[in-house]
């Protein structure tokens, strides 16, 4: 190999050390799995009134989830039965833009995505700077703490934090369709 070459690969490996400095794929996936389990326990208060006098019932499912970066690991998949609807809460992951959680509300063919963010991100534009004329990208506000929200479509994609209030209104659009 030429010396060229050689300085290249050596640059190359210290680069790659520099990234997975500090990255541990077991606390990523353990952490997930906590962010996940918060977000269920959230779900039975919200719905331990009904829980309480079994006009709802609810379950977990462990299941496999794979990411490129992970690997395979095993995470709980959420179920809650209301009447004849059945809805699930699929986990997709944690290696994701924007978020360090992301949990998919789903029944028949409707399709809510759950994300854990800052409390101050209003929708995935807040991700993107854009350079005007040679000015640099506005200071950013601070994300604030991570909460869970959901992607509320529409003209532009904007997240709403999700409370008890507003997950009963998910719960009766994705089952009645009036989304």
Same mark, same amino acid.
């Given at each position: ?14 680069? &790659? ?10 606390? #990523? ?18 719905? %331990? ?22 690997? &395979? ?10 009447g004849n609807a059945r809805i699930q809460f ?12 992301? +949990?998919?509300?789903?029944? #028949? ?7 854990r963010t800052g409390e101050n991100v209003a ?9 005007? %004329? ?6 950013? #506000? ?31 659009? +994705?089952?009645?369709?009036? #989304?």
């Amino acid at each position: 190999m030429g010396k060229k070459f050689t300085d290249f690969i050596n640059k190359m490996e210290e680069e &790659s050390k520099k990234d997975k400095k500090g990255f541990n794929p077991e606390e #990523r996936i353990e952490s997930y799995r906590n962010l996940v389990n918060e977000l269920y326990a959230n779900i039975d208060s919200w719905l %331990n009134e009904e829980l309480v006098a079994g006009k709802i019932l609810t379950g977990v499912v462990p299941i496999t989830i794979s990411e490129e970066q992970l690997g &395979s690991y095993i995470v709980d998949e959420k179920w809650i039965q209301i009447g004849n609807a059945r809805i699930q809460f699929h986990p997709i992951g944690t290696i994701l833009i924007g978020t360090d959680a992301r +949990v998919d509300m789903v029944y #028949r063919s409707k399709d809510i995505m759950i994300i854990r963010t800052g409390e101050n991100v209003a929708g995935p534009g807040d991700f993107i700077e854009v350079e005007v %004329n040679g000015e640099p990208p506005k200071k950013r #506000r601070s994300p604030g703490k991570s909460v869970w929200k959901y992607v509320k479509e529409g003209h532009r994609l904007s997240y709403v934090t999700l409370d008890k209030d507003r997950f009963e209104d998910l719960i009766i659009e +994705v089952v009645d369709g009036h #989304r």
